[in-house]
């Protein structure tokens, strides 16, 4: 499986997209300073994924929610409660 996660920062409160196939082990590395782009800014809660079998979605909607600030903004309004 792969997945798409969205974290946020407790220090800053800020939103971070990535993807992976191992989500534990990707959270345990952003919490545990092992990703230069988010060490600054842990702890990290997790607070969105979906899963794909196909790497190459998983990608796509990696980059769309990235790239694409409908895509966040659509994200962030169907799951408000839950994302911010």
């Known amino acids: 499986m792969y997945y798409v ?7 800053d409160e800020k939103l971070y997209v990535g993807s992976t196939n191992d989500l534990r082990r990707r959270f345990s ?18 607070r969105y994924y979906e899963s794909y ?11 769309s929610l990235k790239k694409d600030g409908k895509a966040l903004g659509q994200l962030k309004r169907r799951i408000s ?3 911010l």
Do not use: C, Q, W
Not at 5 to 10: D, P, R, T
Not at 53 to 63: L, N, V, Y
């Open 5 to 11: 996660y969205v974290l946020k920062s407790l220090k």
């Open 53 to 63: 079998t196909s790497e190459r979605d998983a990608r796509g909607r990696e980059f």
């Open 29 to 46: 590395e952003h919490n545990g300073g092992m990703v230069k782009s988010t060490k600054p800014r842990r702890p990290f809660e997790l």
């Open 81 to 83: 409660r839950s994302i």
